[in-house]
């Protein structure tokens, strides 16, 4: 069977991406028809409609959006990077870091004084894991050590997150661990898009500069080295991208799993296997699917506010599985 | 009285007997007249103790002095309590069976959802404990009064509170604004629908609920845009302070919530107020109607 071309397949990723886009705002649990939706969204004047289509629905959207490409961004470069096929957030562990991060900062009441301590505090969060992870797989990490790191890192990270829910005196945070290990974007606001979005583009940027010296990478760091790539400057690079970006996108909305995982396995034989082809298609795949996750939570199970998480778990982890699986095989 | 003792007509040579007779046909009266008295209310008892924060409100307002010894800790708590007030003065409990066997209660009152596992334990123990469904009417709200009364041997003063309730539930009725939709949205969304005591109030304040409007039993979440859309014209805040903020109340930040403010009029209910059935409930319904009056009132210049 011949490959798509490269340019069909981004341009197919980019009318899924559109599309859920679309059906995200057009999707809600109010009656608000398909065409009065459309009529608030472009109208100037400030109706009801608009406003729940610009204060409610829009940033759902644009967080899913952002978030599904940050998710889709880091899993390609973290695979990449650490030239491991399990690689990704939630499973290293960054995701559940980041969560602390911006559990500390928001139960203690430190974000409400400073709004800017909530993103900062999840990116802080990631950094740290990131650094961690890297530390303990060393330079040629294997797959088991990096895999048990990050065990370790997101136990630990959840098991303080929780520490910290249970010690407040709100009555309510208890029950709030849920959102933090799931993630949702249930009403969200446009106020947590531009908290978390400069950060999440900052990463992306960093993220997407390393798609050619992953190339290079393919063919082992010393080589990559003797070639011109300034390993140093890559590892800090996917680093600060990383904790930028995914601290960012969890101090928001929580830790979502698997979409890192997956997006990029599944499109990797699709590109060739390219790091630098992979990276802008994992992007666009990985806002396809957390949109569509988002719309399935709310057609689901409407009013229940279903947890993302759920949803990503229930197609990453029997993918994840089947890595085992195949990666056993293979050393067979 | 029965012709039990009718006048002894009969001569001296019977005297005795009739006398005699008359004393017997007396005690007989007496006791059948007090034995079911006493059977109920020979001993109310003295050693209560309540579990559940809303059988504690309604035993404190029900009991004689030193009946009542021990309420639960959510009674002291202004946010749940309307009679927080009182509450210190009453042991606190825990809802652990421990404690409470160790506090050596004749009656132990509770919720029927309140923690259930020693509530059974103390049942097994041997200790009379008599469970309060919830309410979600005033009609329930007045057998459980009525109930509480008579458990305590209280039953004049239950009887009172009653009245008391009517009375102020007819006068709500009696100037009632009509058409006007009450939402509450409490933290994480939640609002109360049919089958619920917020429900009563709200119907007893002459309002309509949004709640049971878009279909909700019981409670369950009011989706931000469904409130939005359906703009009540009051919207109840109750927002909790607590000591730490919590995701739980990032709803009453979200700027589509404070637009809703800024067109509906808010009420302020303490929830407290209906929580729990009780004679505070005519607070809660009080607030809603004057809120009624006020949207009415400022409705009428922009009507000419």
Redesign the interface.
């Known amino acids: 069977m011949r490959r798509l071309p490269y340019i069909v397949l981004l341009a197919l990723l980019t009318l899924l991406v559109a599309v859920t886009f679309v059906l995200s705002l057009l999707i809600?649990?109010?009656d608000?028809g398909m065409i009065d939706s459309f009529h608030a969204l472009f109208s100037t004047e400030t109706s009801?409609?608009s406003?729940?289509m610009y204060?409610?629905?829009l940033p759902r959207a644009v967080l899913g959006l952002m978030i599904g490409i940050t998710l889709g961004l880091s899993g390609a470069v973290l695979q990449g990077f650490l030239r491991n096929p399990l690689a990704e957030p939630g499973i290293l562990g960054i995701s559940s870091a980041a969560a602390l991060g911006a559990v500390l900062a928001?139960?203690?009441?430190l974000?409400?004084l400073f709004p800017l301590a909530l993103p900062l505090a999840g990116l802080a969060g990631a950094f740290v894991a990131v650094l961690l992870i890297r530390a303990m797989a060393g330079a040629n990490g294997g797959t088991l050590t990096l895999i048990l790191a990050g065990v370790a890192v997101s136990a630990f990270a959840g098991a303080m997150s929780t520490l910290v829910l249970n010690l407040?005196?709100?009555?309510?945070?208890a029950?709030?661990i849920l959102?933090w290990m799931l993630g949702s974007l249930t009403?969200r606001?446009?106020?947590h898009v531009w908290l978390a979005g400069p950060f999440m583009i900052v990463g992306w940027i960093m993220l997407a500069s390393l798609a050619r010296p992953l190339d290079t990478l393919t063919l082992g760091p010393d080589a990559a080295a003797t070639m011109g790539i300034n390993v140093g400057r890559l590892q800090a690079l996917a680093v600060f991208g990383t904790a930028a970006s995914v601290g960012a996108a969890v101090s928001v909305t929580g830790a979502i799993g698997f979409v890192g995982l997956v997006v990029p396995h599944v499109l990797r034989p699709l590109v060739g296997s390219i790091p630098s082809r992979l990276l802008p298609a994992s992007a666009l795949g990985g806002a396809a699917v957390l949109l569509t996750s988002d719309i399935l939570v709310r057609v689901i199970a409407p009013?229940?506010?279903l947890k993302l998480g759920v949803l990503t778990a229930m197609v990453g982890a029997p993918f994840f599985l089947w890595l085992v699986y195949r990666s056993r095989r293979n050393e067979l | 009285m029965s012709d039990c003792g009718s006048p002894a007509i009969s001569p001296a040579p019977a005297g005795i007997v009739m006398r005699w007779l008359r004393r017997l046909c007396a005690a007989a009266l007496a006791l059948a007249f007090f034995a079911p008295l006493t059977v109920l209310a020979e001993k109310p008892p003295r050693r209560v103790v309540s579990m559940n924060v809303c059988t504690d409100q309604l035993a404190m307002l029900l009991a004689a002095p030193g009946q009542l010894l021990s309420v639960s800790f959510l009674a002291s708590d202004p946010g749940s309590s309307a009679l927080a007030a009182q509450a210190p003065r009453y042991r606190p409990n825990h809802g652990l069976a421990e404690e409470i066997f160790l506090m050596e209660p004749d009656l132990v009152i509770t919720g029927t959802y309140t923690t259930q596992v020693a509530v059974s334990m103390l049942e097994r123990l041997g200790f009379r404990v008599e469970k309060f469904a919830f309410e979600t009417s005033f009609d329930d709200v007045r057998k459980n009064i009525r109930r509480m009364g008579a458990l305590l041997g209280q039953e004049q003063r239950a009887d009172d509170m009653v009245e008391t309730l009517d009375a102020g539930l007819q006068q709500l009725a009696a100037n009632a604004v009509a058409e006007l939709t009450v939402a509450t949205y409490a933290s994480n969304s939640y609002t109360t629908g049919r089958n619920s005591l917020s429900e009563a109030v709200i119907e007893a304040a002459g309002l309509s609920n949004l709640g049971s409007e878009v279909g909700i039993e019981g409670s369950g979440r009011l989706p931000l845009e469904v409130l939005v859309l359906a703009m009540p014209q009051i919207v109840t805040s109750d927002t909790p302070t607590y000591d730490a903020p919590a995701l739980a109340q990032e709803n009453f930040v979200h700027p589509a919530y404070q637009a809703v403010l800024e067109r509906a009029r808010t009420a302020s209910v303490p929830a407290a107020n209906w929580i729990c059935g009780g004679p505070f409930n005519l607070v809660a319904a009080q607030i809603l109607h004057d809120a009624a009056h006020a949207v009415a009132a400022q409705r009428e210049p922009t009507d000419k």
């Open positions: 809600g649990p109010s608000l009801i409609g406003m729940v204060e409610i629905r928001l139960y203690t009441g974000s409400a407040s005196p709100n009555p309510f945070a029950m709030e959102f009403d606001s446009m106020t009013g229940r506010d």
